[in-house]
């Protein structure tokens, strides 16, 4: 194996050409997002409906949509592995793969321990990921959602149960689909 030594103005380009395709890659792929951001809000706001309707035995059924919405993640990134071409990328899949692996396993196996604590854990972990996600592409706009996502993590433990979901809704549209949406539209506009 052959080391080459770079100047640190290539040490410099060499890494932000890194994060550009890294970034490329996101708002290429902003469609994902576009999904969450709407799924999260359909079943946020159906389970909110079926709590005011005071359908409590099965007012968790909306997110039994959350697996299906994992397996065309998983096919979508599956098919599109093969284009994957730096670490970066790579790193920002195995870390939305964790996080969303422990939001299932929160809010499938563990909703009756959390109670009115998964919520907000929930959007905690989301938070953080999309916080990870704008720092490392360089994206004010996912950087400050992940930041407002965070926020409103803590705010839900204030609220009582009954809002969280509400809550949960509100945020998926505010600071998932709307910024991945905006993504996609500056990726379009970039690549006409």
């Known amino acids: 194996m052959t080391t080459q ?46 709590l005011q309707k005071e359908f409590y035995s099965i007012h968790y059924y909306p997110y039994f949509i959350m697996p299906v919405g994992a397996i065309v993640t998983w096919v979508y990134y599956y098919r599109k592995e093969k284009s994957r071409s730096n670490q970066l990328s790579i790193i920002l899949a195995i870390s939305w793969g964790a996080i969303a692996l422990n939001l299932m396993i929160l809010g499938f196996f563990f909703a009756n321990t959390l109670q009115s604590s998964l919520v907000p854990i929930l959007l905690l972990l989301v938070g953080i990921g999309f916080i990870l996600l704008g720092s490392t592409l360089r994206s004010n706009l996912i950087l400050v959602s992940g930041i407002l996502i965070n926020i409103s993590g803590f705010v839900c433990f204030k609220l009582d149960t009954i809002y969280h979901s509400l809550l949960m809704g509100i945020v998926s549209v505010l600071f998932i689909l709307i910024p991945a949406i905006l993504l996609k539209i500056n990726y379009n506009k970039k690549n006409v």
């Open 5 to 50: 030594d770079f100047t640190p103005k290539e040490s410099f380009e060499l890494i932000s050409k890194v994060i550009n395709e890294a970034k490329t890659k996101f708002e290429e792929n902003g469609t994902i997002y576009i999904m969450w951001g709407l799924l999260i809000a359909l079943a946020s706001f159906s389970q909110h409906i079926l």
